[in-house]
């Protein structure tokens, strides 16, 4: 059996299947009026990945910041943001995704009326220790 093998069948099998409304609300350090849901994660076996839900109210967000060695990828559901990437800014919607290549500052603010749902793809997986403030 390989490592991996041996690692997933340590691994609660119904962890492989998840609903947004299974998976445990927080609120993310850095990030004002958002609550996220981890749905790939370590605890669910990923070793190469994480990806959430997040919803993120009007007028809210994540401040600057940045992740050492830690690619993101937003991928808007609802709602329009404001997103900076270093010296780039612009506004996205629904059916639109946005880039943060590891190490650049960025920052996400949910903009308009109504608030953003954004599904959110780290790799490797983020966890809340690898954020440093800008």
């Given at each position: 059996m390989t490592d991996h093998a041996a690692k997933a069948a340590h691994i609660d099998p119904e962890k492989f299947f998840m609903r947004e409304a299974d998976a445990e609300p927080y609120s993310p350090r850095g990030h004002s009026g958002t609550v996220n849901r981890r749905l790939v994660s370590p605890e669910t076996g990923a070793t190469q990945m994480e990806v959430l839900i997040g919803r993120i109210e009007p007028g809210?967000?994540?401040?600057?910041?940045?992740?050492?060695?830690?690619?993101?990828?937003?991928?808007?559901?609802?709602?329009?943001?404001?997103?900076?990437?270093?010296?780039?800014?612009?506004?996205?919607?629904?059916?639109?995704?946005?880039?943060?290549?590891?190490?650049?500052?960025h920052t996400f603010t949910a903009i308009g009326d109504g608030p953003?749902?954004?599904?959110?793809?780290?790799?490797?997986?983020?966890?809340?220790g690898a954020r440093v403030e800008c």
């Open positions: 809210e967000g994540a401040s600057a910041h940045l992740h050492p060695g830690i690619d993101q990828f937003c991928w808007m559901l609802e709602g329009r943001a404001r997103v900076e990437i270093g010296s780039l800014a612009r506004e996205i919607g629904a059916g639109e995704c946005c880039f943060f290549p590891a190490d650049m500052p953003v749902r954004v599904l959110i793809c780290y790799a490797p997986p983020y966890g809340e």
